[in-house]
Structures are given as C-alpha cells and as structure tokens.
C-alpha cells in the first residue's frame, strides 16, 4: 500500500510540474508567443515551425490549441493555417518527451535549488519568473526518479506481475485508458513520461505502452475538445480538425504496431527509449503525411461548423471568450475589448441625455435608463471573468493592467449609475412638471455635457494606449470642469437674485444636474490615476508644501 501512495504522489508531482513550467512559460514569453504565432501563418511550413517551437516552451499542445483556436473564433487566421500550427505543437510536446527521457537525475537538485533562490530573491521580476519555470523542471526530472524508486518493488511483486500477465491484449482498450488517462492529468506530456517509465520497469508490457501512446495523443485532442465545447462554431473549429488527424494517424497505426514493435526493438536497446521514440515518430509521421491536407480538412470543419448569422437571435457575441483564459495575456486583451464595449454603453447614455433634457422625451428617457442593466451586467461579466484568470501566470506590466480594467469598469458602472439619476431627475423634476431651462441656463448645461463626452472620449483613448500625456490632459481637464461648474453654479445663483421665473422653476435640478456632471467627469478622470501613478507622475498631496506650512503655522 506505501508504494502505491508514493506512485501516486509521484504522478501527482509530475503532473504539477509540468503545470509550473506551463504557467511559468506562458507567463515570461506569455504576449511574445502570441505574437510569434499570429506571425506564422504566411506559410504552412513556417506555421508548424511556430508551433513546434512555442510548444517545447509551454510544454502543453492543449494550451497551445487553445491560443490558436480564439485567433481562428474571432476570424483573425484560417483555419487551414490553424491547423499546421497544431501539428508542429504535437511535435514540440514529443520532443520535450524525448529530453525528459534523458538520465536527468544529476540535474534535478541543481534545477530546484537555482529556481527557487532565484524565485525567493528576485520574485516581482523576469529572474523571479525564470526561476519559477527551472523549479517546475526539476520536479518533473525528480517525479519520474520517484516513479522509478516507487514502481520497483512492485514490479518484484508476484501478485503485480500475475495481474498483468492476466490483462488482455486490447490495444484498443489501451488507447482508451491512455485517453482517459490524458484527460483526468491535464497533460499528454505526463501520460507519456509515466507510461515510458512503468514500461521501463516491466510494469507494463511495451505493446500495451504503444496504445497508451496513441491513446495519450488522442486524449490531448479530446482535451482542447472539452475545453472549448462551451464556446463559438469558429471557436471550436481547430480542435475538431486537429482531433481528425489523430483519429487518422491512430487508425493507420494500430494496424502497424507488431511491425513497429519489433523495428523499435532492433533500433533502441530500452523499453522507454522505444516508446517515447514512438511517441516522437507518431507526431512526426502526423505532421508530414497531413500538413499538406490542412486547408482541405480546415474547408470541411467550416463546413460541419458554420458561422451563426450575424445577428442572430440580436445576441451580441462577447468579447469574454472562456478559451482564452488558459492564455492570461490573451484572456486580459479580451477583457479589455469587453470593458470599451461597456464604454460605449454609458457614452450611449450621456448622449441620450440631452435629448430627453430638450425634447421631453420619456421614452428615450426610460430606454436609456434600462441601458444601466446592461452596463452593470457587463460590469459583472468582466469582473467575474478578470476573477477566473490565474494571477500567478501574469507579468508585471499584464498585472497592472488588470488592475487598469477593474478599476476602469468599476467606474464605468458608477457613471452608468449617475447617468440614471440624471434621467430620473429630468423625469421627475422637469417633464412631468411641465418646466423648462432658461436660455441661458440651457446653453450652460449644454457646454458642460459637450465636455463630458469629449472627456469620456479621452478616458477610453487613455485606457485603450496609456499615453501618459493624455493622462496629464485628463486630469487637467478634470480643474477646468470643476472651474466651468463652479462659474455655471454662480451664474444660476445670479439668475435667481434677478428673479428669473424658469431659473426659479428649475433651480433645483439645475444645481444637482451641474453636480451630477462633474460627479461623473471626476469618475472619467480617475481612469487617469493609475497610468500616472504607474510613471511616478502623481504626487502625494494636490497642495503645495509652502500651503501645507502655513496651515500648520495657523494651528492651535
């Protein structure tokens, strides 16, 4: 019973090594990996390069599918393209197989030794990231010594060995466990690595590691297949395609295994050289007999899964894609695009609102005021989606920027909620009491909102490129509104002492519509803070430290 826990914890720790290395990855080369992939498609042969070399890093092929399938969901690359990609990640993770397989035992303590003081000393930086990545790889190297050091007294065992000799020979039964298998670990790669190393101790005889294999390679595409079931026809086009050629590649192989069998036996002196040589050749033999069948099989999984019409049902697709949030680089773009679609909801609304201030408008006003459900669900949408990415596997810079989306929607929705008061007001206050603005008040309230909106334009620009400089004109901005308000809010006090009858009137609503608005030109501004405070560009006190002597001088 001893051995068999600590065969399991030792798998346990091979799957989570490969889990470090893979958030590690993604998180130093994390928007360099999408850019070389999204740079690939010119051609097949560079396509399949690209996802050879991308995979190796990340270790995974699934999250590499992953990436590449939210390019092909929002039409960025065919599909065709798409799938050469796909058959040089399958490469790239048969590779990593093959150094792993190497007797890596003496590099295993100096792997976790270097990453986690590298880790401790430099955490916040790339060193600390880096050193993140070397940890994972040495309890990978130290999880199979342990399935070594753990499956040797079992494979002594006559009870083990009576067990497998009774188990049947059904290679189609393997390639099922191994499937299986490949799904509940979250990793081909560990699969692989653990089947070679139960064969190396005759846990397993080699033909049945041969199904294991293909199974393996079959259950990563399942895997991106499960994944993305949720998700778009676009979406779901890669895995499906990528999973065809491994049905493929499996129905032409297990015909061949005797054959290939007894080549392996004469090539390579070892159980696990032989199969994770298989492994290596499978994807190999997949990856040249089909990258010349990739637009072919990429014309037919459009056409099994064709593109909803636009507009269909009026539901607007949105911009949180669940695929990309194994990519947290990719999962913050999507947040971000998401959080300019709830932007243009709440400018949607303070363009409305003048309408309704002229023309009396109750409908539009209450269209308007049912926007704010859109906006806080939006709000809700973002936050909850922000929520499901894995912080750890951000950088710095993708760190901040998260932080930048939270709070840019958080004050999104606060405007949303000004911008329903400001209507409810006009409803109660002026069109259901038949009153009316002076001229001169009306031409105020119209220049303030004109400064609103183009404030509101600036804050988005702000938010989408982070110009430090058009932060700087934000925040100015945010003292001359308040300047404007002030002057608006004397003038109408004017008014009144002239005994101006609509001033009367409206004095009320007038004076709260002037604080409305510069309420909600303080939230617009406050998308300026954190671009600046990142740059070292805000002080700690609006007053001036000769103001701060002389308060003190006046003190009790």
């Known amino acids: ?11 346990a720790l091979l799957v989570w090594g490969t889990h470090i290395v893979r958030t590690g990855m993604l998180r130093v080369f994390g928007e360099n990996l999408r850019r070389v992939l999204a740079k690939s498609f010119g051609s097949r042969p560079a396509a399949l390069l690209a996802g050879l070399g991308v995979t190796s890093l990340v270790q995974s092929s699934t999250a590499t599918c992953l990436i590449v399938a939210s390019f092909v969901g929002k039409g960025l690359v065919p599909t065709g393209a798409a799938l050469a990609v796909m058959l040089g990640a399958d490469v790239g993770t048969a590779l990593m197989a093959v150094v792993f397989s190497f007797d890596l035992s003496w590099l295993s303590p100096l792997l976790i030794f270097t990453g986690v003081v590298m880790f401790i000393a430099r955490q916040a930086t790339g060193a600390g990231r880096i050193g993140r990545v070397l940890i994972g790889l040495g309890l990978i190297t130290l999880a199979l010594q342990l399935i070594v050091g753990a499956t040797r007294p079992m494979t002594e065992s006559p009870a083990v060995r009576a067990l497998l000799a009774a188990l049947p020979n059904e290679v189609l039964l393997d390639i099922v466990v191994g499937a299986v298998l490949t799904v509940l670990s979250y990793s081909s790669l560990a699969i692989v690595l653990l089947t070679a190393t139960l064969a190396s101790q005759g846990l397993l005889p080699t033909n049945v590691a041969l199904g294991l294999v293909i199974g393996a390679n079959l259950g990563s595409g399942l895997l991106a297949i499960i994944a993305t079931g949720g998700d778009s026809p676009q979406t779901r086009r890669l895995p499906l395609g990528n999973l065809i050629f491994k049905l493929l590649g499996a129905v032409v192989a297990v015909p061949l295994l005797p054959q290939v ?7 390579l002196p070892t159980v696990a050289e032989q199969v994770v040589a298989f492994h290596l050749g499978f994807n190999v033999a997949l990856a040249l007999l089909f990258i ?18 636009k507009g269909a049902g009026g539901v607007r697709n949105s911009h949180l894609d669940p695929v990309a949030l194994a990519t947290p680089s990719l999962a913050i773009s999507c947040a971000a695009r998401e959080a300019l679609h709830q932007a243009d909801v709440v400018e949607t609304m303070l363009r409305g609102v003048l309408p309704v201030l002229r023309d009396n408008d109750l409908v539009l006003a209450e269209r308007l005021r049912q926007m704010d459900d859109t906006v806080d669900d939006l709000y809700s949408a973002i936050k909850f989606y922000l929520t499901q990415i894995s912080r750890e596997a951000l950088s710095e810079r993708e760190g901040r920027r998260w932080t930048d989306i939270v709070s840019f929607t958080i004050n999104m929705e606060q405007i949303g909620d000004c911008t329903e008061r400001v209507l409810l007001d006009i409803e109660d206050k002026k069109i259901r009491k038949s009153r009316s603005f002076s001229d001169a008040g009306m031409a105020e309230v119209c220049h303030l909102h004109e400064r609103l909106l183009s404030n509101l334009r600036l804050g988005m620009s702000v938010f989408l490129d982070g110009h430090v400089r058009d932060a700087q004109k934000l925040l100015e901005e945010k003292a001359r509104f308040r300047d404007l308000e002030h002057e608006y809010a004397a003038n109408h ?15 009320s609503l007038h004076l709260d519509l002037l604080s409305e608005l510069k309420r909600i030109n303080s939230h617009i501004c406050s998308i300026a803070y954190p671009i600046l405070e990142s740059k070292g560009a805000l002080s700690a006190t609006r007053l001036r430290p000769s103001q701060l002597a002389d308060l003190d001088d006046r003190a009790p």
């Open 1 to 11: 019973m001893t051995h068999l826990l600590n065969l399991l914890a030792a798998i």
């Open 261 to 267: 069998h007894v080549a392996l036996q004469q090539a």
């Open 292 to 309: 010349g069948f990739t637009g072919l099989v990429g014309r037919q999984v459009e056409r099994w899964l064709p593109a909803p019409a």
């Open 493 to 507: 006090i004017a008014r009144l002492q002239d005994n101006t009858a609509q001033s009367i009137e409206t004095s």
